[in-house]
T-cell receptor
């Protein structure tokens, strides 16, 4: 996978937007950026993915810079239930098809 | 769909015993993955299957670990003999490998928490 760099932890007030950054400067042109999260004691959960255009779904928005070297996951109105570890992953294509390499991620704490 | 199903949810065993973890992927998914999560090593891929065939087992720690997928709806991960350092949460995940570049959305089960005493 392309190397990704995320802050170790972030805080956010309930009801405010949570903006989680990720650097992936070595990403190749055909490699997507995926975001997963893991709530305590649960399995990882897919959030969103994108290639070069900004994406939005019912959970979050993904903003990818024009040079694709970084992206930001946005939770528009964070709730206490969004407290989790958030992983940014850029799976490498080819022989390692489908493999996801989870780094340390960002621990997001949403407080009242 | 019920999602990925894993059993048991918790397993406590003694060192030296055989442990079998089970996984039922989402119907129609043709890729199945086994992961292990510990505090020290984080979440790491052990092995994955495509159409019931093991594709990459480079993450399997040693010969004590083995995985099988006898059919499209069932897989097992076996540890024999188990050791205390095998204590971890084991996750199973599945995805539909449609052959496109977007086929990396994996759906994870709730995990099996294994404790080896």
């Amino acid at each position: 996978d392309a190397k990704t760099t995320q802050p170790t932890s972030m805080d956010c007030a309930e009801g405010r937007a949570a903006n989680l950054p990720c650097n992936h400067s070595t990403i190749s042109g055909n490699e997507y950026v995926y975001w997963y999260r893991q709530i305590h004691s649960q399995g990882p959960q897919y959030i969103i993915h994108g290639l070069k255009n900004n994406e939005t779904n019912e959970m979050a928005s993904l903003i990818i810079t024009e040079d694709r070297k970084s992206s930001t996951l946005i939770l528009p109105h964070a709730t206490l239930r969004d407290t989790a570890v958030y992983y940014c992953i850029a799976p490498r294509r080819g022989t390692s098809y489908g493999k996801l390499t989870f780094g340390q991620g960002t621990i997001l704490t949403v407080h009242p | 769909d019920a999602g990925v199903i894993q059993s048991p949810r918790h397993e406590v065993t003694e060192m030296g015993q055989e442990v079998t973890l089970r996984c039922k992927p989402i119907s129609g998914h043709d890729y199945l993955f086994w992961y292990r999560q510990t505090m020290m090593r984080g979440l790491e891929l052990l092995i994955y299957f495509n159409n019931n065939v093991p594709i990459d087992d480079s993450g399997m720690p040693e010969d004590r670990f083995s995985a099988k997928m006898p059919n499209a709806s069932f897989s097992t991960l076996k540890i024999q003999p188990s050791e205390p350092r095998d204590s971890a949460v084991y996750f199973c995940a599945s995805t539909t490998g449609a052959g496109s570049l977007e086929s990396d959305t994996q759906y994870f089960g709730p995990g099996t928490r294994l404790t080896v005493l």
